[in-house]
């Protein structure tokens, strides 16, 4: 898995899974969300991790950041 997309990382289910994901285990990790997330310290010291503020209507915001080798996480 080389790159992980999550939609939705600053509500309750998206902390939960920030809380628990391991940046190492992808080349990068892109966070979408209305409102800025608040990253645990060992995301937040990552240099894989790109946060961008935007709601998923908004498909010019993000569309460059996903591929076929994009796993995609809808929150």
């Known amino acids: 898995m080389k790159s992980l997309f999550i939609t939705g990382a600053s509500g309750f ?3 939960c ?3 628990n994901l391991k940046p190492q285990s992808f080349e990068k ?3 979408l969300s ?3 997330p608040i ?3 060992h995301l937040a010291s990552s240099d894989n991790i790109k946060v961008i503020s ?3 209507e908004n498909v010019d915001s ?3 950041c996903l591929d076929e080798n ?3 996480v809808h929150l």
Do not use: H, M, Q
Request: net charge positive.
């Open 13 to 15: 289910v998206g902390s």
């Open 17 to 19: 899974i920030l809380k």
């Open 29 to 31: 990790i892109i966070l």
């Open 34 to 36: 209305r409102s800025a």
């Open 39 to 41: 990253l645990p310290e």
């Open 54 to 56: 935007a709601s998923i």
């Open 62 to 64: 993000y569309a460059a």
């Open 70 to 72: 994009t796993t995609i």
